[in-house]
């Protein structure tokens, strides 16, 4: 390998609709990355934060067409996954085009607290609860929907909804994440791949249905096929 020019060309399609190279310097959705470098040195992260409102709208643009197309009775709704990243700045962008929260963690919890009291969500806004939950985690959890906000926990152990039966509210909304790729003997099942196949009815006629106050509102489905993960939500 003679130069990184070399092995870009190997590995990507380049140019690209976001790179492009003049004069021989870098440019980034017109912003030419060598002056950037100048000023702030090397390593160095940038993020484009009209290319997070860009995708947002391109990923809202295809689930309406499917659901024109096949004529599917529900509705999109756009969860962002707070994991992916916990700047303000990313947070704020993606709020903007009315996107809704998915939470994996009780620090997280913290930052949904914050995005309230800073007026950037309301009491309206789906807070999509996934993630193994700790003690911590789901106390928080307990005190979102006890203040009325639509916070959904995603029950991915039998126990877990243990948690949440004496929550006073008028109604919880559960959803179930099911492990969707299991094998019997799967000799690396964890609970984080979600409530197994054959524990699901249980979970649903043993925990859920008898008690007025759950309702199933949600399954999240986890697909594990060879390297590829495939998660599939859909909210009733």
Known sequence: MKNYI???EQ???FP???YRVESNELIFNEVRLTDIIRQYGTPLKITYLPKISEHIHYSQ?????AI???NYQGSYTY?????????RFILEETLKNGAHIETSSAFDMAIVKSLYKSKKIDKNTYIICNGFKRPEYTLSIRELIEGGFRCIPILDNLAEIDAYA????????LGIRVASDEEPNFEFYTSRLGVRYADVDKLYFQKIAPNPQFKLKMLHFLSIQASKTVRT???S
């Open 68 to 70: 024109q197309k096949h």
């Open 6 to 8: 070399e092995l870009i």
């Open 11 to 13: 590995t990507f399609y």
């Open 61 to 65: 643009k295809l689930f309406n067409q």
């Open 79 to 87: 969860c962002y996954c707070t994991k992916s990243s916990h700047f």
């Open 166 to 173: 004496q929550i006073d509210a008028p109604s919880v909304e």
């Open 233 to 235: 939500t859909g909210v």
């Open 16 to 18: 690209t609709r976001d």
